[in-house]
């Protein structure tokens, strides 16, 4: 079946700690996309690549880094930079101007 | 900039019909996307309107106005699994297929 796939689905992190959630699909989609969301919001977007070793900034980028070395993958990093990284964060892929498809999301907590 | 208005809760009973409204601020406008999510779940795409006037996907209808920056979401024959948050989303400004989320409407079908 083709999809997008994130792990882990929870996750915990101390403050001062780096975490790297990890979005996989297998949708042969070229551009991908993470969001955030907290409670009761919308989705805002950190980061994106239309295409293997090319991303960009979203809207709220800082504290964040990503990579694309592969068209299936793209891993977020948490940063200790981020001050407030406890939220749900969201993969999605999509083809050149369709529908974003998701992946069933990380809820991140730090202690 | 870019800004997206919808209302934050709705509550519909069982087999009524309810819409959920959108309007929007953007200096270049794409199309009008709407997306559902289940508590805990991951969006899911519903209807995309790039031109005026209303498409039909079964139960579901989605309309916009481009000259009023308005469209909304039409929902009918309510079922108990409607109860969902509704997201209206434009693409950004730069034209790629990056996505700018409203905070969504919280749908609540009561028996």
């Known amino acids: 079946d083709g999809g997008i796939t994130q792990s882990p689905k929870y996750l915990f992190r101390k403050e001062g700690q780096n975490v790297t959630l990890s979005c996989e699909q297998n949708?042969?989609?070229?551009?991908m996309y993470w969001y955030r969301q907290d409670p009761g919001q919308g989705l805002r977007l950190i980061y994106y690549?239309?295409?293997?070793?090319?991303?960009q900034k979203g809207d709220i980028a800082e504290g964040y880094s990503v990579s694309r070395e592969k068209k299936e993958s793209f891993p977020l990093t948490v940063t200790s930079a981020q001050k407030n990284p406890t939220a749900f964060y969201l993969c999605?892929?999509?083809?050149?101007?369709?529908?974003?498809?998701f992946g069933p999301g990380t809820r991140l907590t730090v202690l | 900039g870019q800004s997206l208005e919808q209302p934050s809760e709705v509550t519909a009973v069982e087999g009524a019909i309810v819409q959920i409204n959108c309007t929007y601020q953007t200096s270049g406008f794409y199309g009008l996307s709407w997306y559902q999510q289940h508590d805990g779940g991951a969006p899911t795409f519903l209807s995309y309107n790039a031109l005026d006037g209303l498409e039909e996907t079964g139960r579901f209808s989605s309309f916009l106005s481009r000259s009023d920056s308005y469209g909304y979401l039409l929902l009918q024959e309510l079922q108990m699994k409607d109860s969902a948050s509704y997201f209206c989303?434009?693409?950004?400004?730069?034209?790629?297929?990056?996505?700018?989320f409203g905070t969504g409407t919280r749908l609540t079908v009561i028996p």
């Open positions: 989303a434009v693409r950004d400004q730069t034209g790629a297929n990056n996505l700018f």
């Open positions: 999605a892929s999509s083809t050149p101007y369709n529908e974003q498809f």
């Open positions: 949708l042969n989609h070229d551009a």
């Open positions: 690549s239309q295409i293997v070793n090319d991303f």
